[in-house]
């Protein structure tokens, strides 16, 4: 480009907005970690009980 150009316009110009993808981002992480930490905490409660979620172990039936 000589220096007596004048640069031409860009036209639309993609924008963007650092915060609302660091926010997006943040949410991201927080409900995979959520959800990862729950699976791992069921997974436990499992293990001690020795039955899986709405199952019942002979340890655990209720006797009427």
């Known amino acids: 480009m000589d220096e007596n150009e004048t640069p031409k316009p860009m036209g639309q110009v993609i924008q963007i907005d650092e915060a609302r993808i660091r926010d997006h981002l943040d949410e991201m992480v927080r409900g995979t970690v959520e959800e990862a930490l729950n ?3 069921d997974a ?6 020795g039955a899986g979620r709405y199952e019942r172990s002979e340890g655990r039936k209720v006797s009427t």
């Open 44 to 49: 436990e409660a499992d293990r001690l009980c």
């Open 39 to 41: 699976a791992m905490l």
